[in-house]
């Protein structure tokens, strides 16, 4: 009965640790500080996903989970050579969406959603910058890809004054 509950609830339950379906948060749900907090990041991911959330500029939240899987597919299709340049330049975006979305969610978990949107930097520049200024992204991409990606970016009006990376992982970025 009680796991019926929580399933109408959008939870799912192992052990009390709970992951939150609609945020895809994890926290044990016998520890009211860790409930706070799921409920805090709750609302930010869901106001985020409705409000601004767009596929060009600003990519919607998915799931770590979700993501690690984008993530591995994508890279399996970079390193197939007999995948098209479009399959590429997909994959790598999908690479990039992920590493986008990890450095934004550091932000958003620690600063009001407009402080978020506010300084961290929008997809296109994020991925231009990565491309321009992140040695190790040149060793996943070709330079055929990385152009064409650079090309979709400035047709996004991609802006990369300003953005400075964490030593941190390398993957995330702020704007001054």
């Known amino acids: 009965m009680k796991e019926e509950n929580e399933k109408k609830k959008g939870m799912k339950n192992l052990n009390n640790t709970v992951t939150c379906i609609d945020c895809g948060c994890t926290y044990v749900h016998s520890r009211p500080g860790e409930r706070i907090v799921h409920g805090y990041r709750h609302k930010k991911i869901l106001s985020y996903n409705a ?12 799931f770590f989970e979700v993501r690690k899987e984008i993530g591995k597919r994508a890279y399996q299709i970079l390193c197939t ?16 969406r992920v590493w986008w979305l990890t450095s934004f ?29 992140q040695d190790y992204v040149q060793g996943i991409l070709t330079k055929e890809v990385s152009e064409s990606l650079a090309a979709w970016a400035n047709k996004r ?12 992982g390398r993957l995330l970025a702020r704007k001054k």
């Open 157 to 168: 009006h991609a802006n990369t004054k300003g953005i400075r990376w964490s030593s941190l």
């Open 105 to 133: 969610e550091s932000l958003l978990f620690s600063a009001s959603l407009s402080r978020t949107l506010e300084t961290h930097p929008d997809f296109p520049s994020y991925v231009l910058s990565a491309i321009k200024e």
């Open 51 to 62: 409000y601004h959330a767009d596929d060009n500029k600003w990519p919607t939240y998915i």
């Open 81 to 96: 050579d007999n995948k098209s340049m479009k399959e590429k330049e997909k994959a790598a975006l999908e690479i990039f």
